[in-house]
């Protein structure tokens, strides 16, 4: 193996001193972050400018013990229904199918809760407007059947209850309002 020239030695060492401090240099960048207290600061400067807003959401928890109060409230009937509580997204945090609830069940429960808490009111309210505004039920996702139920907080929607597989609308509805209850003891 031929030896490198003293010259073609340093010129190879300063490429590579080079490289390796670009690399440095550009992670140190890549990483760099403001302190803690300032990052806070930030934080503050937003909400107190309105650049930030808050949400209120069910935990995990409450919206299990929603959706099983729901559904024991439809074994107490001996109905067989689906429940699921979504948050104030739409976004399913909660799905119970019952022993022996229907295949479509599931589904509609979800998108039965998806309107509730869209529109803030219990979806045999919103069928009532479907007479006045018959393309409502063209969105995506709704199901304007009675069932479900709106969970608030302050007036605004944080959840929605929705059940579905009992031989009625209200039925479902009243099961659903079960669930809701349950929060509010």
């Known amino acids: 193996m031929k030896k490198l020239s003293l010259r073609a030695r340093v010129l190879t060492g300063a490429v590579a001193a080079a490289a390796l401090g670009a690399g440095t240099f550009g992670a140190v960048s890549a990483n760099a972050s403001a302190p803690a207290g300032e990052s806070l600061a930030a934080v503050r400067a937003d909400a107190a400018d309105r650049n930030l807003q808050q ?104 959840a929605g209850i929705g059940v579905a597989g009992a031989p009625s609308g209200a039925l479902d509805e009243q099961y659903a309002a079960a669930g809701v209850a349950a929060l509010n003891k």
């Open 55 to 158: 949400s209120t959401h069910l935990t995990v928890a409450a919206a299990t013990q929603a959706a099983r109060a729901a559904l024991e409230a439809a074994e107490k009937d001996n109905q067989r229904v689906s429940v699921a509580v979504v948050d104030r997204n739409g976004t399913t945090v909660v799905t119970l199918r019952g022993d022996g609830a229907g295949p479509q069940s599931y589904e509609s429960a979800q998108r039965k809760a998806f309107t509730a808490v869209s529109w803030n009111a219990p979806t045999s309210e919103l069928v009532k407007r479907l007479e006045q505004a018959p393309n409502l039920k063209d969105i995506p996702g709704t199901l304007f059947l009675a069932g479900g139920a709106p969970v608030r907080s302050q007036g605004a929607p944080i």
